[in-house]
């Protein structure tokens, strides 16, 4: 059971725009700053952003993130094939311990 | 570019140790805190330790607290998880991670190392 909440799955067409969310509390996201990593299949995760919306040099501008309150938001627009992977929000706690979201597959269909 | 590079996975049997390393370069090693996370097959991400750039101040998540410890050797720019008293649901990839700042976030990833707790 992750600390984190992320739907299991989501789905849109090539070009389309999807969102993605990730759900906590008072005692990590709503205190803390939120990242998002992108797993593609058999590699390591990535950082895709940091700081709730903020981009490492390379990232498009396709990929952005918002928090609010104990949600954070994760948004992907103008769909590539080459998006699909899984997706993690991650955070830490008042005990600075780490804690991530289950995770997201996205599948661009 | 920032490389790291686990080494150390393989099978061992229950109640069995294991140690990882983590070599990491181009980047100033000890200027860096420096995480493991684990991924079990199918599931997701599972942080477990970071340790700061002295080495002196170790973070564990619950699970691993007491059987696991993380340690560093910024002579050698490297990174370890000694791993003890090795149970099936220890079975993972292991990464080693970079943090950017003190606070657990994840700048750079290495590649993984499997580690299969069996007998």
């Known amino acids: 059971q992750s600390v984190l909440t992320q739907p299991p799955s989501v789905s849109a067409a090539p070009g389309q725009k999807v969102t993605i969310s990730c759900s906590g509390n008072s005692s990590n996201i709503e205190n803390h700053y939120v990242s998002w990593y992108q797993q593609l299949p058999g590699t390591a995760p990535k950082r895709l952003i940091y700081d709730n919306n903020k981009r490492p040099s390379g990232i498009p501008d396709r990929f952005s993130g918002s928090k609010s309150g104990t949600s954070a938001t994760l948004v992907i627009t103008g769909l590539q094939t080459g998006d699909e992977a899984d997706y993690y929000c991650g955070t830490w706690d008042s005990s600075l311990n780490a804690v991530f979201g289950g995770g997201t597959k996205l599948t661009v269909l | 570019q920032v490389q790291l590079v686990e080494s150390g996975g393989g099978l061992v049997k229950p109640g069995g140790s294991l140690r990882l390393s983590c070599a990491a370069s181009?980047?100033?090693?000890?200027?860096?805190?420096m995480s493991w996370i684990r991924q079990a097959p199918g599931k997701g991400l599972e942080w477990l330790s970071y340790i700061s750039t002295s080495g002196r101040t170790k973070y564990y998540a619950d699970s691993v607290k007491g059987r696991f410890t993380i340690s560093r050797d910024n002579a050698k720019n490297s990174l370890f998880l000694q791993m003890n008293s090795l149970r099936a649901e220890d079975t993972a990839v292991y990464y080693c991670?970079?943090?950017?700042?003190?606070?657990?976030?994840?700048?750079?990833w290495g590649q993984g190392a499997l580690v299969t707790v069996s007998s």
């Open positions: 181009g980047f100033t090693f000890s200027d860096y805190f």
């Open positions: 991670a970079k943090l950017p700042g003190a606070e657990p976030q994840f700048d750079y």
